[in-house]
């Protein structure tokens, strides 16, 4: 409700006085309000320079370089065309995500000002309006959200964190205390259930906070979403616990409760051995699967030294700041940005080619709903076209038919905008599964009341409004869901595919000697591995979208990839720290002598993953265990040890520990692939 009530509050303030003093282009101020993140105010109020500068640059794009190609249709038409890869480009590899969401809404709304037939003086004043009015939501957000700062950095991570474990551990408190089940408490983990931690991850790949740590807290929350999944579970079997159970909930219930407690007071959760009596339990998969999530929670943080200390220097520093260290070596940066292309090139094309320049919303509408983090395509284009409806059919038209007719003056007119904004707000913020439905219903709705100085009651112009913003949905579905399109439940397995390749290779890394270069190729692994553990997430989410004959094999699919998946991003957590042992970097050196043994055990870690990759693509492989591979590594280890008689150093034995926990999560993660691939 506070994040309601200060989006609302920005909002209602930027419409104020656009209203009052006649700026062009409220609307966009008023949505601006609602796109730049609030999630984390400190990471908002640090972007607010960029934020400006971006604006400043893209108004300088447009009015450069229109100069150049005004006077030649073919050429203007080509910049026009160019301007869309560049936005959408931008959209896919900028790290500041405010930034691309200003330039990709500067180029949408601006673009089409350079088509009409008036003075260029005209055009030129409409940009700078277009310019004013985004400064003005910039520094008003930024305003509001400076009046609400944390000023306690961390809070927007850690708080969802420890409310989720206060949840798990009330749960499992009340199972242990009376077998009644508590209604408050059922109800609240089925929220949080539904709510998932999409919203704070997402918090966490828009702020600052160093790559390490966003790593290690992005890991966190997906082991307790998944706890939550789990307990959500656990809801509908308690009262068939036995006593052996409780009194595992019992020990459960304590460990949670002291990592909450560690992570609230800001201090890495102790290490956790959640040994049972041996008794049996009525509810044995479900509570060892709580089990094995809750003691990997602490082995999330495997290190609290941070690789952004070894960053290089210079143009590459900056360069990393602005762009993903993948952004020209990804290829899905292309072909996003292609697609992209071609949805707003072709609803370019259309509006002017029927001469109904009313509906040039359909290039904002491609532009904008480029911008969300909702997983699942069908699910967007449900929750866009819904949201459409809602808002300019709806709430727009109704408005103008019933409410504004009867409206004398703006008091009037604030507390229907107020009313509308802060239902589309309140579904923004209800979940990332729900979100673009509200951003959609204040699009629709701003796009029609804020476009004109005055009560609007032409339906004219929410017909022609509407029209643009469903005609620009149908060209991103037709673009985004059927070119370069592959069902969700094939599209999870690849990804997952996909980054057990990519942590082969991460596997093996550092293959350069030259420290620069070694760090440049680990951080461009490290950013793509990390994009496809969200991706094979979001993707699980479109899976729930589709139907068909192999539904329920696509559903067993996605429940099995979805338990991978936390030993995976625990396995690529804990590989991240051991690669600055192999690098040798200042703090984390090793004996030389034990290169050769190291990267024979590296060798056998990238083969056990290709292995599980060629598994689920249906290749023969067979892998040993890496259990004996370890004990080589340590033997080797030791035996320099006793040659150099000497003890082994702090960071030799964190070395083998790491190792060895890698060891262990590989050997479980490919022994659960071979069990499901014989079963299958």
Known sequence: MALVARMTLAATLIMIIGMTFQIPFAFQGALYALLISRESSRATLQSATTILLFTGIGTAYLLALVGLVINCPLIHFLWIIGSFFLAFYLISTATNYTAAVIFATMIAVALPLWDRYVPAETSVEDTLWLCLATLIAVVITAAVELAFVRLRPGDEIVLPITARLAAVENLLTSSVEDRTADPAIEQKLIRLQMLGTSLLRRTLRRSDYSTQYSIEMGGVAALVGRLVDLSAALIQFRSEASTSDHRRFR?????????????????????????????????????????????????????????????????????????????????????????????????????????????????????????????????????????????????????????????????????????????????????????????????????????????????????????????????????????????????????????????????????????????????????????????????????????????????????????????????????????????????????????????????????????????????????????????????????????????LTPQTQSFLLLSRRIAALTDSLQKEIRLSASLS
């Open 251 to 647: 020990n459960l219930a304590v460990a949670i409760g002291g990592i909450r407690n560690d992570l609230t007071n800001r201090r890495i959760p102790g290490s956790l051995q959640l040994n049972n009596d041996g008794q049996p339990a009525s509810l044995a998969p479900l509570l060892a699967e709580m089990e094995h999530t809750v003691a990997l929670i602490p082995q999330a943080f495997v290190d609290s030294r941070s690789i952004e200390e070894y960053l290089p220097s210079g143009n590459e520093t900056w360069g990393r700041k602005l762009f993903a260290c993948s952004a020209l070596r990804n290829p899905e940066h292309i072909q996003f940005a292609l697609r992209g292309t071609l949805a707003a090139s072709v609803s370019y094309v259309l509006y002017n080619a029927v001469a109904w320049p009313g509906i040039k919303t359909a290039v904002t509408t491609c532009l904008l709903t480029a911008l969300t983090t909702v997983g699942s395509s069908h699910q967007k284009q449900l929750l866009r076209i819904m949201g459409a409806i809602v808002g300019g059919f709806v709430i727009g038209m109704g408005a103008q038919i019933f409410i504004l007719p009867y409206i004398d003056s703006i008091a009037g007119f604030v507390v229907l905008f107020v009313a509308v904004t802060a239902v589309a707000s309140w579904f923004m913020t209800s979940s990332p599964r729900l979100s673009y439905f509200g951003f959609q219903v204040a699009l629709a709705y701003y796009l029609i009341n804020l476009s004109e100085f005055k009560m609007q009651i032409s339906l004219e112009l929410a017909r022609d409004r509407v029209v643009g913003i469903l005609l620009g949905l149908f060209i991103m579905w037709l673009v985004f869901d059927r070119l370069w399109a592959a069902p969700a439940a094939v599209e999870m397995r690849n990804a997952f595919v996909s980054n057990l390749r990519l942590l082969a290779r991460f596997s093996r890394e550092p293959l350069s000697k030259d420290l620069k270069t070694a760090v440049i190729e680990s951080l461009t692994l490290r950013d793509t591995i990390s994009s496809n553990l969200e991706k094979v997430r979001a993707l699980g989410d479109g899976v729930l979208f589709e139907f068909g004959p192999s539904r329920s094999r696509d559903l067993a699919l996605r429940n099995r990839i979805r338990q991978w998946q936390v030993d995976l991003r625990m396995l690529f957590i804990t590989r991240n720290a051991l690669w600055k042992y192999r690098a040798r970097l200042p703090g984390f050196e090793l004996p030389e002598a034990t290169e050769a043994a190291e990267k024979e055990f590296d060798k056998r870690v990238a083969e056990s993953l290709n292995s599980m990759a060629d598994r689920m693509d249906g290749k023969a492989s067979q892998t040993d265990t890496l259990t004996s591979a370890y004990s080589q590594l340590e033997q080797a280890v030791s035996d320099i040890s006793s040659k150099r008689q000497n003890q």
